[in-house]
C-alpha cells in the first residue's frame, strides 16, 4: 500500500479506505488509486485480512493424485466451497508422503474444516482431528458422532454388478479386492452376498488387487491361469479394471469375448471406445456438494454454539452397462 500510495500521490491511511471500500474517498480518487494499483500489478492479500478476523474462509482437502475419480470430486468442491464464499486448499497423499502429514500441512495453513478424500486414518485419528474443526469423510462412510461422511452405496454398487453378470449367465464370477481402499469392505461384502444368495459359494473367487492398473494386471493374470478360469470380473474401480482388460487382451484373452470386466466409478476414461466399460457410477458433483455442505454446517452450528452429531449421508450407485460384459461364453 505504501507503493501504491507513493504512486498515485496519496497517503496510505487513503489507500486503505480505498482498498477496504470504507467511506472518506471521492469516487474520483477511488478510481484513481485503483487504476495505479492494477498499473504495479497489486493484490491485497485476503488471506490476511481474514485472519485478522479470525477467519480463513478456507476448506482443505486431502486427495490422491493417483486417483482419477479424486480429480473429478475436486472439481465439484471447488465449485461448491465459491459458491458458499470459501476457497479450496489442496494437500497430496502420495506414496512418499503420508496422510497425516497431508492433514498437518492443512491445519498449519489454518483451514476452517478438512474434506478427506478415501481417507485411510483411522476412526480415532478423525475423531481427534475433528475435536478442533469439522472433518468430513468422503468415499469413505463412518457412523461416528464427532465427524461427517458421504459414501456411494458401495454394497449395493457390488450387488448390482454381480446380478448384471448373473443375468448375463455367468457364474464363475472373481472379485478383486483392495481392501484398504476407500469403500472396499462393503464391496467386498455386497459381492459375496450376491454369490452366496445366488447359491455360488463354491464359485466365489476373491483375489488380492489394489486400485492401479498394475494390480489389475497382476490379479487377472493369476486369475486366468486357473482351470476353471472366470467367464467374468468385477475390478474394485475402473483404474483396477483397466489393468484386468488391458493384460486380458496380452494374454490373448478377447472382452468380453472371452471375459467380461465391471468396473466401479465411472470414471471419464469408463466411457472411452477403446475401454467402454461396463461400471458402476459414483456422482462425484454430488459427493462434493454434500461433503462440502456437511463442513459448513459443522461450522454454522460451531458460530452459533449449538451441538451437532455426526451425518453419514449414503448415496445411491447406478449400474451403467457398456460393451465390457455380455452373455457367457458357449461351451465348446
Known amino acids: 500500500m505504501r507503493d501504491v500510495a507513493r504512486a498515485a500521490g496519496v497517503s496510505q491511511p487513503l489507500v486503505s479506505i480505498v482498498f477496504r471500500d470504507a467511506p472518506g474517498a471521492s469516487e474520483e480518487t477511488r478510481a484513481h488509486v485503483l487504476r495505479v494499483a492494477a498499473e504495479l500489478g497489486y493484490r491485497r492479500d485476503e488471506r490476511a485480512r481474514l485472519l ?57 495453513d489454518r483451514c476452517e474444516a478438512l474434506v478427506l478424500l478415501g481417507s485411510a486414518l483411522p476412526r480415532a485419528r478423525l475423531e481427534q482431528i475433528s475435536a478442533t474443526l469439522p472433518v468430513v469423510s468422503v468415499t469413505r462412510a463412518f457412523d461416528a458422532a464427532a465427524f461427517d461422511s458421504v459414501a456411494t452405496d458401495d454394497h449395493r454398487g457390488a450387488v448390482l454388478a454381480v446380478e448384471h453378470l448373473l443375468d448375463l449367465g455367468h457364474r464363475r464370477i472373481a472379485y478383486i479386492d483392495a481392501d484398504r481402499e476407500a469403500g472396499g469392505a462393503r464391496r467386498r461384502a455386497g459381492y459375496q452376498d450376491t454369490m452366496a444368495a445366488a447359491g455360488l459359494v463354491d464359485e466365489m473367487l476373491i483375489v488380492r488387487g489394489s486400485a492401479s492398473e498394475a494390480g489389475g494386471a497382476t490379479a487377472i493374470t493369476g486369475l486366468l491361469a486357473q482351470d476353471p478360469a472366470p467367464t467374468a470380473v468385477i475390478a474394485f474401480n475402473d483404474r483396477c479394471a483397466v489393468g484386468v482388460i488391458s493384460q486380458a487382451r496380452v494374454l490373448g484373452r478377447c472382452v468380453p469375448e472371452d471375459l467380461s470386466v465391471v468396473g466401479f466409478d465411472d470414471s471419464e476414461q469408463a466411457s472411452l471406445p477403446y475401454l467402454d466399460l461396463t461400471t458402476l457410477a459414483q456422482d462425484p458433483c454430488l459427493l462434493a456438494h454434500t461433503a462440502v455442505d456437511l463442513a459448513l454446517r459443522r461450522l454454522d452450528a460451531t458460530a452459533e454454539d449449538t451441538a451437532v452429531t455426526g451425518e453419514h449421508v449414503v448415496l445411491p450407485a447406478r449400474l451403467v452397462t457398456r460393451t465390457s460384459t455380455a452373455p457367457v461364453p458357449a461351451a465348446p
Open 52 to 108: 485478522r478476523q479470525g477467519r480463513s474462509r478456507l476448506l482443505g482437502v486431502a486427495f490422491e493424485p493417483v486417483q482419477p475419480f479424486h480429480g473429478e470430486i475436486l472439481d465439484g468442491v471447488h465449485t461448491a466451497a465459491q459458491q458458499r464464499g470459501y476457497d479450496v486448499v489442496l494437500s497430496a497423499v502420495t506414496p512418499h508422503r503420508a496422510e497425516d502429514a497431508a492433514v498437518e500441512a492443512l491445519l498449519r
